[in-house]
């Protein structure tokens, strides 16, 4: 396909990069900093949402470095030849979706310090992302890990951001969101009834995802039921049921290796439970973006290390190390300590109840050997000297001797 910028100049599309079910994403064989996203279905996103998207201040920010952004927003709109838009270019992001930061393995990979303090930090700049969205009346709506890219520094950058919601500021027009993801929308959403958005769907939406990133992967409304007559709902099912293991761990199974709720800070754990429990239904109840951004910080700081093991973080108000337990029970390094191979494997369980192996020390090279040292004479005793030096210092004592002799016949005669 041959797309156009407004002004009429070709935009060549080069091998995809990825896609969904809006459309695909394309290199562009001009530059290597901009993508481009075709629409499979153009009828549904128009010219006027697009053209008022590159006029939001969101299209102006910038990062927290000069190598980041906040938001990659459209920055120019594509037509076919006969004028129809087709999709839009945007800036192209390099990184891993945030998802990589649930899996062990791919954490090692996506970030320069795969620490539960990164994963605390990353949760707080995805709160601070959405609360500056909201206060520039921009509310996410299809809030998901998969839209959001981690650099290797731990920043995030929210991609797919043409379906966000968000007013005109010439025409006071509101551009509603064009889609959700069930496993993180709020519940007021599933049914349909909600036509404009507001910050508090997103807000809940993070609060999920707040407490999936912190408990490694493990998404508060989902699990098997304790019950064994009751169905195994999806999230999305649990999310409306109010079935969720922050308030009602009880409707869960435990799993032998599942995170314990007491790994999430009392802050957090209490922000969770405001928003679970009377946000579920009262939308004003819920905490807001700037509220976890706060609480998040503030865990930063609050941040223990492990004796036995540099990378393991935890909480100070937890009495142990909860990553050496995960360890100890079997169940694998999560976070290994700098140096040591990029793979999880569990440890063996130590005889001793209750005791914490260190990490195995690798070995230390072996010195090269040094040549035997000669032995060194007793105290007193002359060393020994080689025959042939003997020999010659009893000749010259004998010359000696002879010249002494002849020197004083001489001087007598």
Not at 108 to 114: I, N, R
Not at 127 to 153: E, K, Q, Y
Not at 334 to 352: E, I, K, R, Y
């Amino acid at each position: 396909m041959t797309v156009y910028l407004p002004g009429g100049r070709v935009i060549t599309l080069d091998e995809p990069l990825g896609g969904g079910a809006e459309g695909k994403i394309f290199r562009l064989a001009e530059t290597p900093d901009l993508c481009a996203k075709i629409y499979l279905d153009p009828e549904r996103y128009t010219n006027d949402r697009l053209v008022a998207m590159m006029t939001a201040s969101p299209s102006r920010w910038r990062g927290d470095h000069g190598e980041h952004m906040h938001v990659a927003w459209p920055r120019e709109v594509l037509k076919d030849r006969d004028g129809q838009t087709r999709g839009f270019l945007m800036p192209r992001v390099e990184g891993a979706p945030l998802t990589h930061l649930f899996d062990p393995h791919k954490r090692l990979t996506a970030v320069d310090t795969p620490t539960w303090r990164i994963v605390v930090t990353v949760a707080a700049r995805v709160a601070r992302l959405l609360a500056m969205l909201h206060d520039a009346g921009v509310v996410m709506g299809d809030l998901s890990p998969t839209n959001l890219v981690l650099s290797r520094t731990g920043h995030v950058t929210l991609v797919d951001c043409d379906t966000v919601q968000f007013t005109d500021a010439e025409t006071g027009e509101v551009h509603r969101c064009t889609k959700l993801t069930p496993e993180y929308a709020a519940p007021e959403l599933t049914s349909g009834q909600v036509t404009e958005l507001r910050p508090s769907q997103d807000d809940f939406g993070l609060a999920i995802l707040v407490c999936q990133l912190l408990m490694e992967g493990e998404h508060p409304f989902e699990g098997v039921p304790s019950d064994p007559t009751a169905p195994e709902g999806t999230a999305a099912d649990n999310i409306r049921l109010q079935n969720n293991r922050i308030l009602f761990p009880e409707r869960f199974l435990a799993l032998a290796d599942g995170m314990p709720l007491n790994v999430l800070p009392p802050r957090v754990l209490e922000l969770a439970r405001a928003c679970f429990g009377d946000g579920h239904r009262d939308p004003a109840a819920r905490p807001s973006a700037s509220d976890w951004a706060e609480a998040l910080d503030l865990v930063g700081f609050q941040l223990m290390g492990c004796r036995h093991n540099e990378n393991h973080t935890y909480h100070r108000t937890l009495g142990s190390c909860p990553w050496c337990a995960k360890r100890n029970a079997g169940h694998g390094d999560h976070f290994p300590a700098s140096g040591f191979p990029g793979v999880v494997l569990p440890f063996p369980v130590p005889a001793q109840a209750g005791a914490w192996p260190r990490p195995p020390v690798p070995p230390v090279p072996q010195a090269r050997p040094r040549p035997p040292a000669q032995p060194v004479p007793p105290a007193g005793k002359p060393a020994e000297l080689p025959t042939w030096v003997s020999t010659v210092a009893a000749i010259v004592a004998v010359l000696v001797v002879i010249l002494v002799i002849s020197a004083i016949l001489g001087a007598l005669l």
